[in-house]
């Protein structure tokens, strides 16, 4: 780039620069929900998302994802061995296979829900998740979020 | 820049795209590099709290994997993410403001939601005064400062992409920019000498 001729340049861009960077986790999180996203999945874009709520003694949040065919929306429940619980409901609601990919090593976990369309995860690490819902049938996409921090 | 930058520049950014397209990781791994700090400046620059822009960046990036095949050059892509996440970000916003009473603000994650838009970092004196003038700016400038700022190397290509300018006045347009903030800091006793 064009030289910053002298220190004063250079402490009004590092000034600004201090204020609102980019989160330091921006990147990974966009490279963790691309890297297994195909190009025929549909996007679920985050709807609605609750602030932490203390349930019946436990630390819960809930997320909405709408897309163009399907809402999911989850809650995450904190457990008391710093895993989480994810319990998700998909509307409307079909015993799809769903998936919680987290990040590698880990594998990724998978889940058929019921025919009301609720679903769970138990024992998941806190850190970057993203959820997959699967097709009922070849020909119709398969729905994506974003990635999430559970 | 000279125009002979500029080229080379629009073709590392074409190069990295092809290979990206191609299931290059590392190569993906640079163009998000490059180009997260600005899409984030844009979402942000869209009103959204800090939570909510980030969503919108990975949206972006998400929908342009699917539409990969369909964008051909290095400038389209650059062009196409900004729009998007404009967009997003102002659909994002609407429906917040629908929804949500406090603007869609309590999102709920790990990550600390950072300054709300339009809350600045104060540090020191000179960051206040710093940012009293900095307010006195055309949007282009401030918007402009802010992005040459926070990026390493800055990328004339995708700037003029996110101002809609011709590549070639980017450089200019800069240097005019953090010159009058210049002359309006060192006019301030309160910014003093370094």
């Known amino acids: ?150 | 820049m000279s125009p002979a930058d500029a080229v080379d520049a629009d073709a590392r950014l074409g190069e990295l795209l092809e290979r990206a397209r191609d299931g290059d990781r590392e190569s993906l791994r640079e163009l998000v590099r490059v180009l997260d700090p600005v899409l984030w400046r844009v979402a942000r620059g869209q009103g959204l709290a800090a939570e909510d822009a980030a969503d919108v960046v990975q949206t972006s990036w998400l929908e342009l994997l699917r539409r990969l095949h369909e964008i051909r050059t290095p400038r389209a892509v650059t062009a196409w993410l900004i729009t998007t996440t404009r967009r997003e970000a102002w659909h994002r916003r609407q429906r917040a403001r629908r929804d949500v009473p406090d603007g869609g603000a309590a999102v709920a994650t790990a990550v600390d939601p950072g300054p709300a838009p339009g809350e600045r970092l104060i540090a020191d004196e000179r960051d206040r005064v710093l940012w009293t003038h900095f307010e006195r700016l055309s949007e282009r400038c401030r918007d402009l400062l802010r992005i040459v700022a926070q990026v390493e190397r800055p990328d004339y290509t995708v700037i003029a992409a996110m101002f809609g300018l011709p590549h070639g006045s980017i450089g200019p347009t800069r240097s005019r920019c953090l010159a009058k903030l210049r002359a309006m800091l060192l006019a301030d006793p309160a910014w003093g000498t370094p």
Not at chain 1, 61 to 66: K, L, N, Q, R, S
Not at chain 1, 107 to 126: L, S
Request: aromatic share 4%; hydrophobic share 45%.
């Open chain 1, 1 to 150: 780039m064009t030289g910053d001729g002298d220190d004063t340049d250079r402490e009004i861009l590092a000034r600004i620069a201090r204020d609102d960077p980019p989160p330091p986790d921006l990147d990974e999180r966009v490279l963790f929900a691309l890297a297994l996203t195909d190009l025929e999945a549909e996007v679920a874009r985050l709807a609605e998302a609750t602030p932490a709520l203390a349930r019946a003694g436990e630390q819960a949040h809930t997320v909405t994802f709408d897309a163009a065919s399907r809402t999911v929306m989850i809650t995450v429940v904190e457990r008391a061995d710093n895993l989480v619980r994810v319990d998700g409901w998909l509307a409307p609601a079909a015993a799809l296979v769903v998936e919680l990919r987290l990040p590698e090593p880990a594998e990724p976990r998978v889940v058929t829900a019921d025919d009301t369309g609720r679903f769970v995860f138990d024992e998941v690490p806190h850190g970057l998740a993203q959820l997959l819902i699967h097709p009922p049938s070849t020909g119709t996409p398969k729905v994506v979020t974003p990635s999430l921090q559970l």
